[in-house]
């Protein structure tokens, strides 16, 4: 029996979704992979269900579009959306206000933008957010992970070079694929964990994308 939920997956206004709940449930496995599952039902308190998104070939579509739009001449900020793949939350809870979410899409921050600095660089996934704390762990040339703490909470990013052909020049570090965690659901207050998952969960984006560039992203956190 799945870890994550063991009926049918909700659609994004509450009510089940016996047609998707499978794909729903599917992908959420994948991309926190079996520690990750566990992690998230032993950290939460109360029985979780999932809510119906997009899946991983509607988020490629769109990061392909969006890479492939961009223009490295144009300095203007983009306005790049995300797409959420994967939705956890307290089953019984209406609304939703408990949740775990993942998503993934072109990021509006260059990869080299300081992260870490003092800066106007904000935004769990690259879109947009409140300025506040915010530290840089860097795990190759091609992945780097960032945590922001905004008002007493936490969001965590992942930002992967991930060419896109028919894309521009330098694309994949103008506009590389960015990934987010935000978590009011499971209690953890560590790094650690949100990290780890985030990082296994990029790693089975990038293969669904086909990055051209086949970016290296490891199993495990950088020592620090």
């Known amino acids: 029996m799945a870890l994550l939920l063991g009926s049918a997956a909700c659609?994004?206004?509450?009510?089940?979704?016996?047609?998707?709940?499978?794909?729903?449930?599917?992908?959420?496995?994948?991309?926190?992979?079996?520690?990750?599952?566990?992690?998230?039902?032993?950290?939460?308190?109360?029985?979780?269900?999932?809510?119906?998104?997009k899946d991983l070939k509607t988020a490629k579509a769109a990061f392909y579009?969006?890479?492939?739009?961009?223009?490295?001449?144009?300095?203007?900020?983009?306005?790049?959306?995300?797409?959420?793949?994967?939705?956890?939350?307290?089953?019984?809870?209406?609304?939703?206000?408990?949740r775990l979410s993942i998503s993934y899409g072109a990021s509006v921050f260059a990869f080299d933008s300081p992260f870490g600095e003092k800066s106007d660089v904000s935004g769990a996934s690259g879109a947009s957010g409140a300025s506040g704390e915010e530290t840089l762990v860097r795990v190759n040339s091609d992945v780097k992970l960032v945590v922001?703490?905004?008002?007493?909470?936490?969001?965590?990013?992942?930002?992967v070079k991930c060419r896109v052909p028919g894309a521009p020049a330098t694309q994949e570090t103008g506009v590389?694929?960015?990934?987010?965690?935000?978590?009011?659901?499971?209690?953890?207050?560590?790094?650690?964990?949100?990290?780890r998952y985030l990082l296994n969960s990029a790693r089975v984006v990038a293969k669904a994308f086909a990055c051209g560039n086949n970016p290296t992203i490891p199993t495990k956190l950088p020592a620090t």
């Not at 599917?26 to 990750?36: R, V």
């Not at 490295?72 to 939703?96: G, M, W, Y």
């Not at 922001?148 to 930002?159: E, I, S």
């Not at 990934?179 to 009011?184: C, I, N, P, Y």
Request: charged residues 25%; glycine residues 10%.
């Open 11 to 53: 659609s994004s206004d509450g009510t089940k979704d016996t047609g998707t709940g499978d794909r729903t449930r599917e992908t959420c496995q994948d991309l926190l992979g079996t520690a990750g599952e566990r992690w998230v039902k032993e950290s939460s308190a109360r029985q979780t269900g999932l809510v119906d998104v």
């Open 65 to 98: 579009d969006d890479a492939r739009s961009w223009d490295p001449s144009n300095k203007a900020i983009s306005s790049f959306l995300p797409t959420e793949l994967c939705r956890i939350v307290v089953q019984d809870q209406k609304p939703h206000t408990s």
């Open 148 to 159: 922001r703490k905004n008002n007493g909470t936490y969001d965590y990013a992942v930002y």
């Open 176 to 195: 590389p694929l960015a990934g987010s965690m935000t978590d009011t659901l499971t209690g953890d207050t560590g790094t650690g964990p949100h990290l």
